[in-house]
């Protein structure tokens, strides 16, 4: 089965929400008599939003939910669970409200480790309020991550790439940033019960985020109270088999970030905001909105299909609707209509005859019909962006810019059509740019910078870009890096000369073609290497650390691993995480379980947006 990183902080967030016990089910279904408010932040609401709907929390005895900013009423005899940063506002609010006494009793729950000074502070408040009494529980839940599928996680970081790669960026600004890193991922694992063997490739953020989550973890298993053993279902962490888990910074592979989609869930994510499971209220959807998540089984089970294929999808599941009603009808003497919403009254004026078995399908078919009538919504809309901007079109040039197939001509053909918008010649171009073989001269790069220029993008990406891919190219290292004068910090000089491009060699001699024609990215070659314990030139040099072990590098793992952990610092996206999926189904002999995280989800509008963001930073 693997980790299923949604189920384990689902199940942490229900215990929470019954004061840290476990809670009593009865007929499938969380009861509670205890009735209670629960508090959130800014952050923490991102984190309960993708879990647990209003039903949901309703079920677990929550009667009200509010933001710990916002001014509230005195609720007397209820008790309050909070959960959120463990931060200086944060700590002076909830102070300020026990001393008010806006409820009974007060169950405390951080989202991550609350430090010791913070803790004396909040004690002091508290005590200063004469409200001791009213505190019931602290709890630190190491909760500081966003499920957003069983294989799918974020941190919701959304400044780490700016951070990591800003040339202005102070040591201490990139300390403090790895450290956030490695919280969020550490409270994943502590949430998970799972103690990782660690990988990276040599140098940059993700060999020293890696060392650092070592630390961390080695200073965890030590503890007195050790959250791993402790863990509910400790499950991989006592396995024989643990899983892998592979750091890389988003330069490993810049390329896969700005390319248009042509898969569904990452199509909806780059073209309909997709965020914390739910679509923009996109005009193309008519100002609707829809949450798409692991309950809805159409995303589930298509989401990584090709576009085309969807339509066709839409098609059966509406055929098998259609005879699902007929059926009904036939043995109700109903006459229901397929194309409508159902209605009971339907059933009740025709016929009795099978009416508690009919009553007992009504639900199941209206949500049936309610799901085929959504993704009906968003097919259509993405078909319509599709035509108007000829997605298909640089999708395609693109896979075959990455494959080697196609030549500059084709590129600047598509950049001088009316085909596109301005973002989308420039993502195109950014392709070309980061697919070449070799640094492109200068009259290349004039050939493509003059149809560009004239489709009104905003240039700073491009030559932000153009500027990196030629230093790493030359083979400037992180001295040559730091003695440039646009370029200040020693911390940030070593990340821009050892990760920028990291993969670009990847892309052209470690890349496969599936037998769609899709091209693997290159962290899922990596990852294949790695956890069939293979010696191949994409991985060789990595950094092996086991927690659980002697300090220092571990060495190569020669074992073979069914289940890993995909981490990229500075922004992942759906592209990847459907081709490592991708592989790991089809993995011979025995299919693989992989788990995707990120600092933060990105389309390609948001990688484009972040490298112009450091353009300026950088004074090109």
């Given at each position: 089965?693997?980790?299923?990183?949604?189920?384990?902080?689902?199940?942490?967030?229900?215990?929470?929400?019954?004061?840290?016990?476990?809670?009593?089910?009865?007929?499938?279904?969380?009861?509670?008599?205890?009735?209670?408010?629960?508090?959130?932040?800014?952050?923490?609401?991102?984190?309960?939003?993708?879990?647990?709907?209003?039903?949901?929390?309703?079920?677990?005895?929550?009667?009200?939910?509010?933001?710990?900013?916002?001014?509230?009423?005195?609720?007397?005899?209820?008790?309050?669970?909070?959960?959120?940063?463990?931060?200086?506002?944060?700590?002076?609010?909830?102070?300020?409200?026990?001393?008010?006494?806006?409820?009974?009793?007060?169950?405390?729950?951080?989202?991550?480790?609350?430090?010791?000074?913070?803790?004396?502070?909040?004690?002091?408040?508290?005590?200063?309020?004469?409200?001791?009494?009213?505190?019931?529980?602290?709890?630190?839940?190491?909760?500081?991550?966003?499920?957003?599928?069983?294989?799918?996680?974020?941190?919701?970081?959304?400044?780490?790439?700016?951070?990591?790669?800003?040339?202005?960026?102070?040591?201490?600004?990139?300390?403090?940033?790895?450290?956030?890193?490695?919280?969020?991922?550490?409270?994943?694992?502590?949430?998970?019960?799972?103690?990782?063997?660690?990988?990276?490739?040599?140098?940059?953020?993700?060999?020293?985020?890696?060392?650092?989550?070592?630390?961390?973890?080695?200073?965890?298993?030590?503890?007195?109270?050790?959250?791993?053993?402790?863990?509910?279902?400790?499950?991989?962490?006592?396995?024989?088999?643990?899983?892998?888990?592979?750091?890389?910074?988003?330069?490993?592979?810049?390329?896969?970030?700005?390319?248009?989609?042509?898969?569904?869930?990452?199509?909806?994510?780059?073209?309909?905001?997709?965020?914390?499971?739910?679509?923009?209220?996109?005009?193309?959807?008519?100002?609707?909105s829809h949450d798409l998540d692991s309950k809805d089984t159409f995303w589930e089970e298509h989401g990584k299909e090709q576009f085309?294929?969807?339509?066709?999808?839409?098609?059966?599941?509406?055929?098998?609707?259609?005879?699902?009603?007929?059926?009904?009808?036939?043995?109700?003497?109903?006459?229901?209509?397929?194309?409508?919403?159902?209605?009971?009254?339907?059933?009740?004026?025709?016929?009795?005859?099978?009416?508690?078995?009919?009553?007992?399908?009504?639900?199941?078919?209206?949500?049936?019909?309610?799901?085929?009538?959504?993704?009906?919504?968003?097919?259509?809309?993405?078909?319509?962006?599709?035509?108007?901007?000829?997605?298909?079109?640089?999708?395609?040039?693109?896979?075959?810019?990455?494959?080697?197939?196609?030549?500059?001509?084709?590129?600047?053909?598509?950049?001088?059509?009316?085909?596109?918008?301005?973002?989308?010649?420039?993502?195109?171009?950014?392709?070309?740019?980061?697919?070449?073989?070799?640094?492109?001269?200068?009259?290349?790069?004039?050939?493509?910078?003059?149809?560009?220029?004239?489709?009104?993008?905003?240039?700073?990406?491009?030559?932000?870009?153009?500027?990196?891919?030629?230093?790493?190219?030359?083979?400037?290292?992180?001295?040559?890096?730091?003695?440039?004068?646009?370029?200040?910090?020693?911390?940030?000089?070593?990340?821009?000369?050892?990760?920028?491009?990291?993969?670009?060699?990847?892309?052209?001699?470690?890349?496969?073609?599936?037998?769609?024609?899709?091209?693997?990215?290159?962290?899922?070659?990596?990852?294949?290497?790695?956890?069939?314990?293979?010696?191949?030139?994409?991985?060789?040099?990595?950094?092996?650390?086991?927690?659980?072990?002697?300090?220092?590098?571990?060495?190569?793992?020669?074992?073979?691993?069914?289940?890993?952990?995909?981490?990229?610092?500075?922004?992942?996206?759906?592209?990847?995480?459907?081709?490592?999926?991708?592989?790991?189904?089809?993995?011979?002999?025995?299919?693989?379980?992989?788990?995707?995280?990120?600092?933060?989800?990105?389309?390609?509008?948001?990688?484009?947006?972040?490298?112009?963001?450091?353009?300026?930073?950088?004074?090109?």
């Amino acid at each position: 089965m693997g980790l299923d990183v949604r189920k384990k902080q689902k199940e942490l967030l229900v215990r929470m929400l019954h004061f840290n016990s476990k809670p009593s089910v009865s007929h499938g279904r969380t009861e509670d008599e205890s009735y209670k408010v629960l508090v959130l932040d800014s952050v923490t609401k991102d984190i309960v939003a993708p879990l647990l709907r209003v039903d949901e929390l309703r079920n677990n005895g929550v009667t009200l939910h509010m933001q710990i900013t916002s001014e509230r009423q005195p609720i007397p005899d209820v008790a309050a669970v909070y959960f959120v940063e463990p931060s200086e506002e944060n700590i002076a609010r909830i102070a300020e409200d026990a001393k008010q006494g806006l409820y009974d009793t007060f169950h405390l729950n951080f989202s991550s480790k609350i430090s010791q000074s913070m803790m004396e502070k909040l004690a002091t408040r508290v005590v200063e309020g004469n409200a001791s009494a009213r505190i019931a529980q602290v709890y630190d839940q190491y909760a500081r991550f966003l499920s957003l599928d069983r294989g799918l996680f974020s941190l919701g970081l959304p400044s780490v790439y700016l951070e990591l790669n800003d040339p202005q960026s102070k040591d201490t600004v990139i300390e403090n940033t790895i450290g956030r890193v490695v919280d969020g991922i550490f409270c994943m694992l502590a949430t998970s019960g799972v103690v990782p063997i660690l990988c990276s490739p040599p140098g940059g953020a993700a060999e020293h985020v890696a060392r650092s989550l070592d630390e961390r973890l080695r200073e965890a298993l030590q503890s007195r109270t050790n959250l791993f053993t402790e863990s509910t279902g400790a499950g991989l962490s006592t396995s024989l088999h643990r899983p892998l888990l592979c750091l890389f910074d988003r330069n490993f592979e810049l390329s896969v970030a700005v390319q248009h989609s042509w898969a569904y869930k990452p199509l909806v994510h780059d073209v309909l905001g997709l965020k914390l499971n739910r679509t923009s209220a996109s005009p193309y959807l008519n100002g609707k909105s829809h949450d798409l998540d692991s309950k809805d089984t159409f995303w589930e089970e298509h989401g990584k299909e090709q576009f085309p294929k969807i339509a066709e999808q839409v098609e059966s599941e509406l055929k098998q609707y259609k005879e699902s009603v007929e059926e009904l009808n036939r043995s109700t003497g109903a006459n229901i209509d397929p194309n409508a919403v159902i209605d009971p009254s339907d059933l009740m004026s025709n016929s009795t005859k099978g009416l508690k078995s009919a009553l007992t399908a009504l639900p199941e078919l209206t949500e049936r019909k309610k799901n085929i009538d959504k993704h009906t919504n968003i097919a259509t809309a993405l078909l319509q962006v599709i035509k108007e901007r000829k997605l298909d079109h640089y999708y395609s040039l693109e896979e075959d810019l990455v494959a080697g197939k196609h030549t500059m001509q084709d590129v600047i053909d598509r950049l001088n059509g009316n085909e596109g918008t301005a973002s989308d010649k420039l993502r195109l171009a950014l392709v070309w740019l980061l697919t070449m073989p070799s640094a492109p001269t200068e009259e290349e790069c004039n050939s493509i910078e003059e149809p560009l220029k004239n489709s009104g993008a905003d240039m700073t990406a491009w030559v932000y870009v153009k500027r990196m891919r030629r230093m790493n190219l030359m083979g400037k290292n992180k001295s040559a890096a730091a003695s440039d004068p646009a370029i200040g910090g020693q911390f940030a000089a070593d990340f821009l000369g050892s990760s920028f491009g990291q993969g670009l060699t990847n892309l052209t001699k470690g890349v496969k073609n599936l037998l769609t024609g899709q091209q693997e990215a290159a962290v899922t070659v990596a990852m294949e290497s790695l956890m069939e314990g293979k010696t191949s030139p994409e991985t060789e040099g990595y950094l092996f650390l086991d927690p659980k072990s002697a300090p220092g590098n571990a060495g190569r793992s020669q074992s073979v691993f069914n289940d890993a952990i995909v981490f990229l610092i500075g922004g992942g996206n759906y592209t990847e995480w459907a081709s490592l999926a991708s592989w790991a189904a089809r993995a011979q002999p025995t299919p693989k379980s992989i788990v995707y995280g990120a600092t933060e989800l990105i389309n390609g509008e948001d990688m484009v947006n972040g490298l112009a963001e450091l353009g300026r930073r950088s004074g090109v």
